[in-house]
């Protein structure tokens, strides 16, 4: 499922039967002609850690398949602790390996209950701009209204496991401070033709025309990656010079491995872009992991980190330190180490 990624990224040339025998018998004149004092290189070296390098190993090797050289790729490890630390992506255990007893116990960020503020069908129906926004977009049934109403702890977005129920722009008032806006996604929806093609220049408008509008929360399914929609709709956001921003959805229904692969591919994809904002947010709704942290980041969007955010930095790293300090426990305790011993 993972492999699915890289479809649009390796395109591996197509041979014919005599071009095929040819390269295979020029391989093995060059395995016979090189001298054994060569070492092989180490076992390492099958692994790559761009997507530059993965197509050099197509290319090298083009019976690999999508999925094999989605194995190959070597994750951050970095990211891998990090998705342990919030509980993100699925993990399994051993027979014989022993499960943390502890966990992360982040202090929770609270936002304002949100409450429905006004809906837009057309450009001339927007309402009027007073505070600063933030917008939620991506493709049908990514989860948007559901992100929406957990960011929240509210049930005041709709929701539905067929695509295409928000159907216009929804303004959501949090408090008194920010508008949460969630549009129409794009893709195959539950909608007549009609009505789906209205909404692309409805959200293409809105982004041109809204001047309190400081981030798009772009927001992809953790197991499919970036698809050919959303790179369509990337180029709109660089060409009208919209800052926006990566949310990986559905994180607890990819292993926490290919979660890490996933976040590494999305990074290089959307390194060349001015407009993306470097850090990609992971969260997972019905674990509710990674939510503070996006939580965090809209607030300091909005700049309003010193209204809510007041004594969450010394909190959070009392939490941090007593998390690495069990951590380390549960590390030398392990039974690795132990045999080592």
């Given amino acids: 499922m993972a492999g699915i990624v890289l479809l649009g990224l390796i395109t591996p040339r197509r041979w014919s039967m005599q071009a095929a025998c040819c390269a295979n018998v020029q391989r093995l004149s060059q395995l016979h002609t090189k001298s054994n004092s060569q070492q092989p290189p180490p076992p390492e070296s099958k692994f790559r850690t761009t997507v530059e390098a ?6 090298a ?3 690999l398949s999508n999925r094999k050289l989605f194995s190959r ?8 602790e990090k998705l342990d630390m919030l509980g993100l992506g699925s993990a399994k255990t051993g027979r014989f390996e022993r499960k943390k007893w502890f966990r992360y116990e982040e202090p929770p960020v609270k936002l304002p209950h949100i409450a429905f503020f006004a809906g837009a069908q057309t450009a001339a129906s927007f309402p009027h701009e007073s505070l600063p926004e933030v917008g939620f977009v991506g493709r049908s049934n990514v989860g948007k209204s559901t992100l929406v109403n957990q960011l929240c702890k509210s049930v005041t977005a709709r929701i539905s496991e067929r695509p295409g129920l928000t159907q216009q722009i929804n303004f959501y008032t949090a408090g008194s401070d920010l508008h949460l806006v969630d549009m129409p996604g794009y893709g195959f929806a539950y909608a007549k033709d009609a009505t789906t093609k209205s909404w692309v220049p409805l959200i293409e408008s809105y982004i041109r025309q809204r001047k309190s509008l400081r981030r798009v929360m772009i927001l992809l399914d953790a197991r499919h990656g970036i698809k050919f929609n959303d790179r ?9 010079g919209t800052k926006y921003q990566i949310i990986l959805t559905k994180c607890d229904l990819v292993h926490r491995i290919d ?12 390194a060349c872009s001015q407009n993306c904002i470097p850090r990609i947010m992971m969260v997972s709704a019905r674990n509710r992991a990674g939510l503070n942290d996006l939580r965090k980041e809209i607030l300091h969007i909005c700049s309003l980190g010193q209204k809510y955010l007041g004594l969450h930095k010394k909190k959070e790293a009392i939490a941090q330190s007593e998390y690495f300090e069990q951590l380390k426990t549960f590390k030398e305790t392990s039974r690795a180490v132990r045999r080592r011993r």
């Fill in 54 to 59: 993965l197509r050099e190993t197509v290319n």
């Fill in 61 to 63: 090797n083009e019976s």
């Fill in 73 to 80: 790729l070597r994750p951050d490890e970095k990211t891998i």
């Fill in 232 to 240: 369509e709709f990337m180029a709109l956001l660089d060409s009208t």
């Fill in 259 to 270: 979660l890490a692969k996933q976040h590494m591919l999305i990074a290089q994809q959307t």
